[in-house]
């Protein structure tokens, strides 16, 4: 077993707990997350999903080449929301366990190579979250504007008002 430094442990448990915020919107809101949105392109949750895993591939992938290129990443156009609900968190869980491994199979010093700017692994991840938590912020107010219940953990985590739906 491979043991993280105390930073990184730290880091990783915000990062899991973003993750658990994207999880509880696919198995709280099932198919609901296919409703269209008032947004060009990503214009399901099921889209931003995709959106968001193809970017933390390219994170994963920083962790192993020690550099962060956004190169491989699709337009916003290209998401196809067609996975089934189950596809999406055999998908997600794919992708966590590539880079949990990723993680911690890196040199405690381990540095990222951002535009010029080395960031300690930490920060990487540090950044992720923020890609994370931007995008459950706008499930949020995606269904607060389309009238779709609020996942009851997303709720309870964030001490949101009930929804009368």
């Given amino acids: 077993m491979i043991i993280l430094t105390k930073e990184l442990s730290g880091v990783y448990k915000e990062w899991s707990f973003a993750r658990s915020n994207t999880i509880a919107f696919v198995k709280e809101l099932q198919e609901k997350i296919n409703k269209k949105l008032n947004r060009p392109e990503l214009d399901t949750i099921k889209k931003h999903i995709l959106e968001m ?20 990443l699709k337009e916003n156009d290209e998401f196809n929301d067609e996975v089934s609900i189950q596809e999406l968190l055999d998908k997600i869980n794919e992708v966590d366990n590539q880079m949990k491994t990723r993680i911690e199979n890196a040199p405690f010093d381990t540095e990222i190579l951002w535009d010029g700017e080395r960031r300690t692994l930490s920060s990487h991840i540090a950044a992720l979250i923020s890609h994370e938590m931007f995008h459950i912020g706008q499930f949020v107010g995606f269904c607060y504007a389309q009238n779709i219940q609020l996942p009851k953990y997303i709720v309870e985590m964030w001490g949101l008002s009930e929804q009368n739906l």
């Fill in 53 to 72: 895993l193809d970017v933390q591939e390219a994170y994963s992938e920083a962790i192993e080449t020690k550099v962060m290129s956004f190169a491989s």
